[in-house]
């Protein structure tokens, strides 16, 4: 007998719930950072002059992300030409392969590949081959910790290439890796030619052609596994909430041997400086999170009006020194932040005039590098907050963080329910949870009764 319309409206209805229910306790794999919605490396290609046979172009990376940078062994550009052009010359940077040259007996170009790749010059770089902005290994700073060295740049001398805003062709397929994947590039758009502003501020000059290109970052694109994981503790529970097991993947010695290495083996320093010493993939030490950095939150001290938060930062990872590190936090208390020490600290405002969100970085010289796993591999400091009447309290984890991100990706937090708790208090799901599993509930009952 045919199903009547009703049933099956009622259980698409049922199966559509199901799905939207489910998807809601998946982490989002989109690009977008809700903490820093316009983030991006936009690379600016401007065409400043004419050659006999194609255009010399000064390309810019412009790091407009609030607190994501690159780090050693630092970015590489690529692209595809569209004719037949060739690079005869570079300044600021090289590429990585020079490709077939053979057919050009005089002047030898500097790549003749369709696709070139480019990096940045290594600082100290001959002084003739430099360019503006140039020569910083790949390094580049996220905009609100040093927008000042954000920005890199070189010049290329573009050959076989059309010699008018109607000949040219814009190179397409961009891709860049920091130094790996994560970053997705749109194609070039024509924007409206540069302006250039002399020294004193009397004169402009302008690009004879701009193309933009902006590049997003996906943590699921990068990698399948989270890279941190945070911990929490309190003065007023004995308990200390671990990173959630397997946080950062699974794999051990016994499933996938050499994937991690026990901090007290006696072969540590053999297999850290082994034959894949300078490979990317981090070499951590076993643990039950298997992560490359824990950050871990203690609410250390209660006084009548401030309390305290102690922050400590340990790297797992025996293959990275982390350069430039920085940490992001949203708490509804840092619109009360009153003093930190030993790190620097910035207000980030992602919806405008909520201040919840700080991004904290070391200080310069002192300890702006965490480096590697062991006895020295953690940075640490203290904050002190204000308490705000009518919103400040230690029930229910309201004095622990709602997100926290290390070096631009999201850290893997502690279920609510496993928060330390006050004495005499028990945790509870909280109420969209208990929301989700019951609607989760329904919708899977109501399947198996009417199948």
């Excluded at 820093?36 to 002059?49: A, L, Q, S």
Aim: aromatic residues 12%; hydrophobic residues 35%.
């Amino acid at each position: 007998m045919a199903a009547r319309p009703g049933l099956l409206f009622l259980r698409l209805g049922a199966s559509i719930a199901l799905l939207l229910a489910l998807s809601a306790l998946l982490p989002s794999s989109d690009a977008y950072d809700p903490l820093d919605p316009g983030g991006n490396i936009t690379i600016k290609w401007d065409v400043m002059e004419w050659n006999p046979d194609g255009y010399t172009a000064a390309v810019s990376l412009y790091n407009y992300q609030q607190y994501r940078h690159i780090q050693l062994p630092g970015w590489k550009l690529s692209w595809v030409w569209q004719k037949k052009e060739i690079i005869w010359k570079m300044f600021g940077g090289q590429t990585t392969e020079q490709g077939d040259c053979s057919k050009f007996k005089a002047e030898i170009p500097h790549c003749c590949k369709r696709d070139p790749e480019v990096v940045d010059l290594l600082p100290g770089a001959p002084y003739g081959t430099q360019f503006a902005n140039c020569c910083k290994g790949g390094v580049l700073n996220s905009w609100a910790q040093d927008s000042a060295n954000a920005v890199a740049s070189f010049q290329v001398v573009v050959g076989q290439a059309g010699t008018s805003n109607k000949t040219v062709k814009v190179p397409r397929s961009f891709t860049l890796r920091a130094p790996g994947p994560g970053y997705t590039c749109g194609p070039a758009k024509v924007v409206s030619p540069t302006k250039f502003i002399s020294p004193d501020g009397r004169r402009s000059t302008q690009a004879h052609a701009t193309w933009n290109v902006t590049c997003t970052y996906s943590q699921f694109v990068a990698r399948r596994s989270p890279t941190c994981c945070v911990s929490l503790s309190s003065f007023y529970n004995d308990t200390i909430v671990n990173c959630p097991t397997c946080s950062c993947g699974c794999q051990n010695n016994n499933s996938k041997p050499g994937s991690c290495v026990e901090g007290n083996s006696p072969y540590l320093a053999s297999v850290v400086n082994g034959e894949s010493a300078s490979s990317l993939e981090p070499l951590v030490e076993c643990t039950s999170h298997m992560c490359p950095i824990r950050v871990h939150w203690h609410v250390k001290v209660n006084y009548k009006d401030y309390w305290r938060v102690k922050i400590t930062v340990t790297n797992f990872n025996y293959r990275m020194n982390y350069s430039q590190w920085n940490l992001v936090a949203q708490h509804p208390n840092f619109d009360n932040l009153t003093t930190i020490f030993s790190f620097n600290y910035k207000p980030l405002s992602p919806y405008g005039t909520i201040n919840d969100t700080a991004m904290l970085w070391g200080i310069k010289y002192y300890n702006d590098m965490l480096v590697t796993a062991g006895p020295d591999g953690n940075v640490q400091s203290e904050l002190l907050f204000r308490k705000e009447p009518g919103a400040f309290t230690f029930q229910k984890g309201w004095a622990f963080p709602r997100r926290v991100y290390f070096n631009g990706d999201n850290c893997v937090m502690p279920p609510p329910d496993a928060y330390p708790w006050l004495p005499n208090a028990s945790p509870r799901l909280s109420a969209s949870l208990t929301l989700t599993l019951v609607t989760v509930g329904t919708a899977m009952a109501f399947l198996l009764v009417h199948a």
